[in-house]
């Protein structure tokens, strides 16, 4: 088994050191490309193989433990990865996802000249989540946790020399640290609490931490702060309110880092740690009322932004923030393994969208570079590829005479990720269109694609609660609902805005797209059929008692336990928590069947609505614009993303930003450069006297030489 988990481990890390060192000090290997992308891939796809290994012939959890890591007093921490039900279904969808991803990456990153970098910081972001996903302690999966924190900074602000760029990189690595400041707070008080009452050491590890007796102590305030710091430091991961901000601007980076972000790795890592931990949530009924509120919240506030959005990316990177809304509402009502199987089956729709997004871009761009050479467009790119949004302005032509431009369907630019500009891509782009219409029904809720099952559960799970536990959780059922028609509306406006219609472009009938090679085509084909099918592993309870294979996988079944909790299961509910008191009584095949109806129903509404609204090209932008007059008191505010960006800026940011100015500029000039300067002026005096010394003179040397060795001799005798 060490054997094995190494494999799981260290090929990321050794390829991305290896990569790394030969980029940097070889121009010649920066050009072996083909090399570079397969051991990128590989380094993904080898622990993928050694995972399914591991999840066919999985009989029993273990734990591996390779060395010591800090011991001092009461504190142990070990070096241990556990491999478990859980573990391996993150690690299947990690490196399964992740070498898609890096695949489709080899096509779409091979023109620019950062390749092996970036090949390098993929696959160090594949190592630090693997490492999050397997640890058997908090303190492993921290390092983890903040190695992901350390790659996103570095993926998001990849082209680093645009300014927007890095403030992006910036904002995610610096909103990040808050949440991470309030998990630190919970491992502490943790701590604290167990060494307090029991004896030996304590490493912070789940096999001591999730034993009954251990959970005993977690049943008061103390459990309390604990479940709220740990579900702070996952909005901050995660991207709930108040922490999502930072989410939408990590599309600075390339695509297919949107795509890992996004679907994979660092989103899901909130997820997870209240699924691993769900026994100790599970003692607490207020802070699950939080999370079920925060994530309700979330869902519909973002599934309302996303429907303003006319960048294909930001569409996209709101809907991730509604999806994980959703994720917490099901952590909320004690269904983390319902959270879990929507991690799964939004890994595969929306890294299908974000990739499919980015095929979109890579000939859009071309055809703004097929644009810009007959003039009907400025040329903003001197043949980068990249997904940068362009400046809106006059570009090269601002200093001389105005040049006549084409006319295009909006103010401003010829923008390659704005779906204002394009429509009628499914005819040049069959592949492209169909793989992403696919992964749009799916997380549109159509019957029977994945999304539909998933996304059912958690509305089924989240009336069942409010059933059994409080009626009050019958608002964020209805909240639900809403959101569930809204991702339908704004995901299939998407969709046709791409693909359907006539192309919007100037000079449409000559100037055509082109399909992505094969290298894209393929991850987003595979990740399409995963997108359609992967809801059959989670069955309602009315195709049969053990119909949903992933609740018997995490939650178990017939006496056979998984590491994940239920609250309303009672052979898994922890003594001592609200729920292993209640006499569950599920609902009935009859209300389970009306409600499984309702949410198919709500998604073909909101599907038809958008398609009767945005089906022809013409009508595309010309919809926008009713739907924004119609709902003029609720589209501006969510157009502006509900202010929160410009709220955070007026009494957080321009406050810290002017208070270090004044605080810190001082400090800087005077003792930073003044420290500095001065230590240059003294070594400068001193070698002027050193330099005085030496005048060439034997007979001054020697006298030197003569002083020196009586003063050693008197040194030797004396002292």
């Given at each position: 088994m060490e054997l094995l988990v190494q494999l799981i481990l260290l090929p990321p890390l050794f390829v991305a050191a290896f990569n790394g060192m030969m980029?940097?000090?070889?121009?010649?290997?920066?050009?072996?490309?083909?090399?570079?992308?397969?051991?990128?891939?590989l380094a993904v796809a080898l622990p993928f193989a050694v995972t399914a290994t591991l999840f066919f012939g999985f009989a029993e959890p273990e734990v591996v433990r390779y060395f010591s890591w800090m011991a001092a007093g009461d504190l142990q921490i070990d070096f241990a990865y556990r491999i478990d039900q859980l573990s391996l279904l993150m690690t299947m969808i990690v490196t399964g996802v992740g070498a898609l991803i890096h695949l489709y990456s080899v096509g779409y990153m091979h023109d620019d000249d950062g390749f092996w970098r970036f090949f390098a910081y993929l696959n160090l972001f594949i190592f630090a989540m693997l490492n999050l996903v397997l640890a058997e302690n908090l303190p492993v999966l921290f390092l983890g946790w903040e190695g992901v924190g350390l790659c996103s900074y570095l993926l998001i602000g990849f082209w680093y020399t645009d300014l927007k760029n890095s403030a992006a990189a910036n904002k995610a690595f610096i909103v990040n640290r808050i949440g991470d400041f309030a998990f630190l707070l919970a491992m502490f008080i943790i701590f604290q609490t167990v060494t307090a009452a029991i004896d030996g050491p304590f490493g912070l590890d789940f096999t001591t931490l999730l034993a009954p007796e251990t959970l005993a102590l977690f049943e008061g305030s103390t459990g309390l702060w604990v479940c709220i710091l740990l579900f702070i430091g996952a909005t901050g991961k995660s991207a709930q309110i108040p922490l999502f901000v930072w989410l939408p601007d990590a599309m600075a980076g390339p695509t297919p880092v949107s795509a890992l972000i996004h679907a994979a790795t660092m989103?899901?890592?909130?997820?997870?740690?209240?699924?691993?931990?769900?026994?100790l949530v599970l003692l607490q009924p207020t802070a699950m009322a939080v999370i079920a509120s925060i994530g309700a919240l979330t869902a519909i506030m973002a599934a309302t932004v996303a429907?303003?959005?006319?960048?294909?990316?930001?569409?996209?990177?709101?809907?991730?923030?509604?999806?994980?809304?959703?994720?917490?509402?099901?952590?909320?009502?004690g269904a983390f393994y319902v959270a879990i199987f929507h991690v799964m089956t939004h890994?595969?729709?929306?890294?299908?969208?974000?990739?499919?997004?980015?095929?979109v871009i890579h000939a859009m761009h071309d055809v703004e570079h097929k644009l810009a050479h007959k003039g009907l467009v400025p040329d903003h790119h001197g043949g980068h590829g990249d997904d940068h949004a362009p400046d809106h302005g006059e570009g090269?032509?601002?200093?001389?005479?105005?040049?006549?431009?084409?006319?295009?369907?909006?103010?401003?630019?010829f923008d390659a990720q704005d779906m204002r500009t394009m429509g009628g891509l499914r005819k040049d782009m069959k592949v492209t269109a169909a793989t992403f219409l696919v992964s749009?029904?799916?997380?549109?809720?159509?019957?029977?694609?994945?999304?539909?099952f998933s996304k059912d559960e958690i509305l089924f799970r989240t009336f069942e609660f409010a059933n059994q536990v409080h009626i009050g959780y019958g608002v964020l059922w209805?909240?639900?609902?809403?959101?569930?028609?809204?991702?339908?509306?704004?995901?299939?406006?998407?969709?046709?805005?791409?693909?359907?219609?006539?192309?919007?472009?100037?000079?449409?009938?000559?100037?055509?797209?082109?399909?992505?090679?094969?290298?894209?085509?393929i991850p987003l084909m595979v990740l399409a059929g995963l997108a359609a099918v992967a809801g059959f592993f989670g069955l309602p309870a009315v195709f049969g008692e053990n119909a949903s294979w992933i609740h018997g996988w995490l939650v178990g079944h017939d006496g056979h336990l998984g590491p994940v909790a239920d609250a309303l299961e009672a052979a898994t509910a922890p003594a001592g928590s609200l729920f292993a008191t209640l006499d569950a009584h599920h609902a009935s095949h009859t209300t389970e069947w009306i409600l499984l109806g309702l949410g198919a129903t709500l998604a073909i509404a909101g599907i038809a609505a958008a398609w009767l609204g945005f089906r022809f090209a013409s009508r595309g932008p010309e919809a926008d614009r009713s739907v924004r007059k119609v709902f003029a008191l609720f589209y501006a505010p969510a157009s502006q993303v509900w202010f929160f960006d410009r709220v955070y800026n007026a009494t957080f940011v321009k406050a810290t930003v002017e208070g270090a100015r004044k605080v810190f500029a001082p400090f800087d000039k005077n003792v930073v450069d003044g420290g500095v300067m001065g230590l240059a002026h003294g070594v400068r005096r001193l070698s002027g006297w050193l330099r005085g010394a030496q005048t060439g003179v034997v007979q001054t040397y020697a006298l030197a030489i003569v002083v020196g060795v009586v003063a050693v001799v008197a040194l030797v005798l004396f002292v």
């Open positions: 980029g940097l000090f070889s121009p010649a290997y920066r050009e072996k490309k083909t090399l570079i992308g397969a051991l990128g891939t989103v899901t890592s909130g997820l997870y740690l209240l699924a691993r931990l769900s026994s429907i303003t959005q006319n960048d294909i990316k930001k569409v996209l990177a709101y809907s991730t923030v509604s999806q994980l809304g959703y994720m917490f509402l099901a952590a909320g009502v890994a595969f729709f929306k890294a299908c969208l974000f990739l499919g997004s980015g095929s090269h032509h601002a200093d001389g005479p105005k040049p006549a431009y084409a006319t295009l369907p909006y103010e401003g630019g749009t029904l799916a997380i549109a809720g159509l019957p029977p694609l994945s999304g539909f209805v909240v639900g609902l809403i959101t569930a028609v809204l991702t339908a509306i704004y995901m299939t406006r998407a969709y046709l805005l791409t693909f359907e219609g006539e192309s919007r472009w100037p000079d449409a009938f000559d100037t055509r797209a082109h399909e992505s090679p094969i290298t894209m085509t």
